[in-house]
C-alpha cells in the first residue's frame, strides 16, 4: 500500500531532551516536506527536499533540523526542543519537483508535547 | 502571512444542503489545491485548479478560481456527514517555481445529519 508513515505518532518529552521524528513513504517520491500545524495558524512549512542530499528551509525552520541521504526517508531533528514546538507535525510526500503542481501525500501526523 | 485565507473560518450545514468555502491569498499563483482533513489526521488531497483554469470538478466538488480577484472558491454539492472535516486551500508563490505550498488556516465544516 502507498503510504506515508510517520514515528512516533505520540510524543512527550521534555525540554532540551534531542529527539528524531521519523517519516518514510514507498512511493519512490523525490518530494518531501515537514509541516507543522497548531490552532489559528493552519499548517507551516518547516523544511523541504527536492532530492537526495537536497534541502530547504520553509517558512518556520528555526529549531529544526532535516536531512535527506535516501529517497524514500527524511527525518525531522529537534536539537534542543523547548514548550513553542508543541504541536502536530506532518510530514508530506509527493512525485515531482514543484509541490504545487502534485498531489502531497501526508503522513498520520506526530502529536509532540515538549514540557 | 499566510497566503491562503480560508472563509468562513466555520460553517454548519444540515445534509444534502450545500457547502461554500472560499480562499483568498495574496500573490500571483502557478496552482491553487484544495485539502481535506478529517479531525487530528492527516490532510488528503481533494483537487488541484490551474492559473489559466476557471472552473474544475471531480464528483461532487465544483472549484472555481478568480485570478483577477486571488480568491477560489469550492463547493460541495448534496453534501452528507461524511464530508464534516476541515477543508484547506494551499498555494504557491509564482516566484518560488512551485516548489513550496502555503496553506490558509482551513473552514471546518459540520454537516448535520
Known amino acids: 500500500e502507498a503510504q506515508v508513515t510517520q514515528n512516533p505518532r505520540y510524543l512527550i518529552t521534555v525540554t532540551g531532551k534531542k529527539l528524531t521524528v521519523t517519516c518514510s513513504q514507498n512511493?519512490?517520491?523525490?518530494?518531501m516536506s515537514w509541516y507543522r500545524q497548531d490552532p489559528g495558524l493552519g499548517l507551516r512549512q518547516i523544511y523541504y527536499s527536492m532530492n537526495v542530499e537536497v534541502t530547504d528551509k520553509g517558512d518556520v525552520p528555526e529549531g529544526y533540523k532535516v536531512s535527506r541521504k535516501e529517497k524514500r526517508n527524511f527525518p525531522l531533528i529537534l536539537e534542543s526542543p523547548s514548550p513553542n514546538q508543541t504541536s502536530l507535525y506532518f510530514c508530506?510526500?509527493?512525485?515531482?519537483?514543484?509541490?504545487?503542481?502534485?498531489?502531497?501525500?501526508f503522513g498520520p501526523g506526530t502529536r509532540l508535547t515538549v514540557l | 502571512s499566510q497566503q491562503g485565507e480560508e472563509d468562513p473560518q466555520a460553517l454548519s450545514i444540515q445534509e444534502g444542503e450545500n457547502a461554500t468555502m472560499n480562499c483568498s491569498y495574496k500573490?500571483?499563483?502557478?496552482?491553487l489545491q484544495w485539502y481535506r482533513q478529517n479531525s487530528g489526521r492527516g490532510l488528503v488531497h481533494l483537487i488541484l485548479?490551474?492559473?489559466?483554469?476557471r472552473e474544475k470538478h471531480s464528483g461532487r466538488l465544483r472549484v472555481t478560481l478568480d485570478t483577477s480577484k486571488k480568491s477560489s472558491s469550492l463547493l460541495i454539492t448534496a453534501s452528507r456527514a461524511a464530508d464534516t472535516a476541515s477543508y484547506f486551500c494551499?498555494?504557491?508563490?509564482?516566484?518560488?517555481?512551485?516548489?513550496?505550498?502555503?496553506f490558509g488556516e482551513g473552514t471546518q465544516l459540520t454537516v448535520n445529519p
Open positions: 508530506a510526500s509527493s512525485t515531482g519537483l514543484a509541490a504545487s503542481r502534485d498531489t502531497q501525500y
Open positions: 512511493m519512490n517520491h523525490e518530494y
Open positions: 485548479i490551474r492559473s489559466n483554469e
Open positions: 500573490t500571483s499563483i502557478n496552482n
Open positions: 494551499a498555494t504557491d508563490a509564482r516566484e518560488t517555481s512551485g516548489s513550496r505550498l502555503t
